[in-house]
């Protein structure tokens, strides 16, 4: 069946940047997202990609897809306290309607000064 | 202010007594779903609804019911809660007509359930 997989945590200094990995295992996947949740929030959407592209750039976020290698990945740059939060990796089955979302269990990003 | 508004944001009860998890959404919306949330499990989709009246089953519809009569509320019903319903739930809209719009782009702050 379908699996998303992420390391749970990853630490960065204030001021650099941040690489959060994603796997996923449909190849069939149309469209990759990913969202952030802030403590006592829910999720918000940070940014997707289309099963053709291997690169999407939004300010100071770069997402890259490895189809070859069912890879994801998030890169913010110049990271700040206030990225501290959960990133979420999900992938849509073929389709892309809504009964189609997998998450992964999410990525905690901790921010040391 | 584009928004998705969940009440209640926490309700502790007891085994067999009905609740329901309001959930609201300013946007106009065709999309609206329930996921929830747990420890080791990320999030799993309960219900969709691709618009008034249509309603589907997502990952774990088990225990659960929704209703869609009107395109701004999507209900979660607990007929007869249970221990292992005790979650974190999150309710979510999209605009839908295709993807990417189809998937959850708006959620609510979430209602956390403790079911003894």
């Known amino acids: 069946g379908e699996d998303v997989e992420q390391s749970l945590f990853l630490s960065v200094r204030e001021g650099d940047s941040s690489v959060i990995n994603c796997t996923y295992t449909?190849?069939?996947?149309?469209?990759l997202y990913w969202y952030k949740q802030e403590p006592g929030a829910g999720l918000q959407l940070l940014t997707y990609?289309?099963?053709?592209?291997d690169m999407k750039q939004d300010q100071r976020l770069t997402v890259l897809l490895n189809k070859k290698d069912k890879h994801l990945s998030l890169r913010i740059a110049d990271t700040q306290t206030g990225d501290s939060a959960i990133y979420f990796c999900?992938?849509?089955?073929?389709?892309?309607?809504?009964?189609?979302?997998?998450f992964g269990k999410g990525t905690h990003l901790i921010i040391q000064p | 202010e584009a928004q998705v508004t969940q009440n209640p944001r926490y309700l502790i009860t007891v085994t067999g007594k009905k609740l329901t998890v309001t959930c609201s959404q300013n946007m106009n919306h065709e999309y609206m779903s329930w996921y929830r949330q747990d420890p080791g499990l990320g999030l799993r989709q309960i219900y969709y609804?691709?618009?008034?009246?249509?309603?589907d089953k997502g990952d774990v519809p088990e225990g659960y019911k929704v209703s869609r009569k009107e395109k701004r509320n999507f209900p979660l019903i607990l007929e007869s809660p249970s221990p292992n319903q005790t979650s974190l739930y999150f309710c979510a809209s999209s605009p839908g007509q295709g993807a990417p719009n189809n998937q959850p782009q708006h959620f609510g702050d979430g209602t956390r359930l403790s079911i003894l």
């Open positions: 999900a992938e849509s089955r073929a389709g892309g309607g809504a009964d189609g979302l997998t």
């Open positions: 449909d190849s069939s996947s149309t469209y």
């Open positions: 609804s691709m618009n008034v009246e249509v309603t």
């Open positions: 990609i289309f099963s053709n592209m």
